[in-house]
């Protein structure tokens, strides 16, 4: 097995390793993650405008992702767009794009996830049932450089839309999860992953084989969850750049940072860097809300939910008065650099201030009542069902029905069947002792008709030798005379 340890500065460095040869030979080949998405001047990538072909024209083919296409066809097309036709028109055809993506993540210099995050996933997954969706939550977040996880979420998006068609194109999340896993968890299944196995060493292949197996099966089985909790697993990054694009000014994106919960502490992976002030001021408030949590956990086991809420309260005000006192230090920053400090700055940044505060009072509020919902035996994920989840197992149930009514259906005829080879059984038998019967009779028969035969001969002997003596005796006389 590989040897790549779990840090976050080899994970960083292991995308950037990639030879350059590759990508000026080919425009599309071999470009690293960095570049899988975007252009280097800001435009669409080729793997970019495939899937969106995909999500646009390809949901409704029938074994899209699963059915092959000519290789021919599929370099000719790279080829083609390498040589100015570098848009999809809804006429092609949707299995070479959708061949167009796994060719290009497989020729990519390094994995779309990296070795050393393929190993904190299993590790992940290996956890506890109840916090395996929180586990693979942090490893995305924390472990995951910014280029790889954006690649992993826009392919996990096409693969999402494609699922929510299932019923056309008969590709479901274990069908879509057995194309697509060996591809996004390359050294996973390529046996570079420092997993501790499972399997004794044995003489023969059996342990490679067993192994191989193992790492395919935890492969599916990752990205399949990834698929079934995509909402919740990116939901942070998503609400991160929404914020980002609200506020347009520098100072509104310090105001952004304190939002920061539990549930969306590390939305400075979105691509944005911020300086070593902003991240230790994060630091404390992530250390502020996990002991909040803490607390909050203890008194519900004792049943004193109501000191909760007030706690939260006073945790969310002390929250906000350090807010306001880092606004009013960034405020006169900016009046001592500035020539002329405008008054309606810091009534500005005073009124996004009492606002952050009302955010984070309301949002140590929805984290108390996770903790009244922790009380009832419920996690702090969210666990709503989507209409298309409720439909799914409506289709569960129906087809369950269908499966035990031809089941009942199934076991009735297996019985009248077996009653007619018992009837079938029991005349063969009685005809085979007839037959046997009759056989033993004309054996019989035959032996006498056979000792008859004899005698018949031994008589017709006899009367012969008995008639020449006649004539013998009959004709001395006649001569003599």
Sequence with gaps: M?????????VAAEPAEAPAEQ???????????EFALVDADGSPSFLEKALKFIEDHGVKVEGILRQSA????????????????????PEEDAHVIGDCIKYVLREMP??????????????AYRSDKARRLDEISRVIYEVFPEPNRQLLQRTLKMMQIVESHKAVNRMSQSALAACMAPLLLRPLLLGECDIDNEFSMGGDSSFQLLQAAAAANHAQA????????????????????????AYTESEDDDVDKEYSTDNDINDDD?????????DIE??????????????INTNVKDGKVKNNISETAEVAQAKGASHMETNSQSNQK???????????RILRSTSRSSSSREKSMEKSCSSAHRGKRTLWGRTSARKDLSTEEIECCSDDESLIEKLESNKVDLQSKIAKEAKENAILQSSLEKRKEELHERRLALEKEVENLREQLQKGDEFAKRAGVLAVNNRQQGQWPAAVL
């Design 2 to 10: 590989g040897q790549n340890p779990i840090f976050s500065t080899d």
């Design 23 to 33: 990508s000026e030979d080919s425009s599309v080949i071999g470009r690293p993650a």
């Design 70 to 89: 000519d290789v021919e066809e599929v370099k000719r097309r790279i080829q083609d767009y390498e040589k100015g036709k570098n848009e999809f028109s």
């Design 110 to 123: 390094s994995s779309p996830v990296p070795a050393s995050c393929c190993t904190a996933l299993v590790k």
């Design 222 to 245: 990752i990205v399949i969850i990834m698929m079934e909790e995509f909402d919740q697993i990116f939901d942070d990054l998503e609400e991160g750049s929404c914020s980002s694009d």
């Design 270 to 278: 979105d691509g944005s860097y911020d300086s070593g002030e902003d």
């Design 282 to 295: 994060e630091d404390l408030d992530y250390s502020d809300d996990s002991e909040h949590d803490s607390k």
């Design 334 to 344: 900016q009046e001592s650099c500035g020539p002329n400090g405008s008054k309606d």
